[in-house]
Nanobody, 124 residues
Framework: QVQLVEAGGGLVQAGGSLRLSCAAS????????MGWFRQAPGKEREFVAA????????YYADSVKGRFTISRDNAKNTLYLQMNSMKPEDTAVYYC?????????????????WGQGTQVTVSS
C-alpha cells in the first residue's frame, strides 16, 4: 500500500474550476492504476476518473466526461484532477485511490490505498 494525501478542495460557484492534487508517499509501482472517487452525503462512493501510472490511459464517468481531466506527474508522484464547468451535483468529498492494474478501474473494491478525502462544494 501507499499513503495518499489530497489537497485542493474548497468552495466554488457553478461554472467554476478547481484542481485537486494527490501526493503519494513513495513511487507508485508501474503495475498500478490511480483514480478519483467521490461520495456525497447519503450516497455511495462513486467512480470519477482513473489513470494507469505508466502509459497514462484514462477512464471517466459519463457524468464528468468532457469537464474533468485526470493526469499524473510521475517525477513528483502526484495525481491531479482538473475540474471545469462545475455543477452543484459535483458537490462531494473527493478521494484519491491507488490499486493494482488487475481488476476494475471503476469499482472502489479494486483500489487498496485511499487518501483521507477533500471536500468540494459547488454553489448554484
Amino acid at each position: 500500500q501507499v499513503q495518499l494525501v489530497e489537497a485542493g478542495g474548497g468552495l466554488v460557484q457553478a461554472g467554476g474550476s478547481l484542481r485537486l492534487s494527490c501526493a503519494a508517499s513513495r513511487r507508485t509501482s508501474t503495475t498500478y492504476k490511480m483514480g478519483w472517487f467521490r461520495q456525497a452525503p447519503g450516497k455511495e462512493r462513486e467512480f470519477v476518473a482513473a489513470i494507469t501510472w505508466i502509459g497514462g490511459r484514462t477512464y471517466y464517468a459519463d457524468s464528468v466526461k468532457g469537464r474533468f481531466t485526470i493526469s499524473r506527474d510521475n517525477a513528483k508522484n502526484t495525481l491531479y484532477l482538473q475540474m471545469n464547468s462545475m455543477k452543484p451535483e459535483d458537490t462531494a468529498v473527493y478521494y484519491c485511490a491507488a490499486g493494482r492494474l488487475s481488476g476494475s478501474y471503476y469499482d472502489p473494491a479494486d483500489f487498496d490505498s485511499w487518501g483521507q478525502g477533500t471536500q468540494v462544494t459547488v454553489s448554484s
